[in-house]
């Protein structure tokens, strides 16, 4: 499984980006996406994720503010983000896990939130 993630960039406090995730390869066997994001000094965390059965589970940041989708039966998941904060300030990834248990990651993509 290969994953390209694009639609970060440099948006102030209050606004608004998608960001999507475009499995390729064997999309068949993914079982769960998720979007991650990595801060500078601090750990990547999982915010987002969607199941193949398209529930859905945020962590507590983002919740209200952050959409996890998938426009079935396109493979393409995205994240709607809105009303940026700062602290929203990371490199975000896309991950797929399929049935065996691996994990695929996409390269990052940049977003700023100015202030």
């Known amino acids: 499984v290969q994953l390209q993630a694009s639609g970060g960039g440099l948006v102030q406090a209050g606004g608004s980006l998608r960001l999507s995730c475009a499995p390729s390869?064997?999309?068949?066997?993914?079982?769960?996406v998720g979007w991650y994001r990595q801060a500078p000094g601090k750990q990547r965390e999982l915010i987002a994720g969607i199941s193949s059965d398209g529930s859905t589970d945020y962590t507590d940041s983002v919740k209200g503010r952050f959409t996890i989708s998938r426009d079935n039966p396109e493979p393409t998941v995205y994240l709607q983000m809105n009303n940026l904060k700062p602290e929203d300030t990371a490199v975000y990834y896309c991950?797929?896990?399929?049935?065996?248990?691996?994990?695929?990651w996409g390269r990052g993509t940049q977003v700023t939130v100015s202030s």
């Open positions: 991950a797929a896990t399929v049935r065996l248990g691996t994990t695929y």
């Open positions: 390869g064997s999309i068949r066997t993914i079982k769960t």
